[in-house]
């Protein structure tokens, strides 16, 4: 993660905009990172983000993470829609979000500006009513 980045985390987490939280295995090592990001929370929904190291992929640590987030963000928080945003070419997370209990809800093409292009994005979303 860059200086900018990560600047932008803390900076997110210190204002109530959003809460950055590292994902760990086992023995207590950082693996990655899930976020929960409040920007929209005034019409009742967040969105999450995840990212896990390529050491550690596989293993269900995001989908355990994202899981531990959204039901704190929905039962806590009481925010009633969270959202996160996939890029239909990334299978793996896919997976997560889908292992996870996240519904995906449809195509937002051109959705998200990722360096020099416009990219689509899978929608997801997860309601209290949704969890098992």
Known sequence: MSVNAENAQ????????????????????????VGLWLRDSAQGRAALGYWVVRSARGQGAAATALRAVAGWALRELRIPRLELYVEPWNTASVRTAERAGFQREGLLRSWQQVGPERRDMFMYSLLDGDRE
């Open 10 to 33: 803390w900076d997110r987490a210190t204002s109530g905009a959003g809460y950055p939280f590292v994902i760990v295995d086992a023995e207590g090592r950082p693996v990655g990172n």
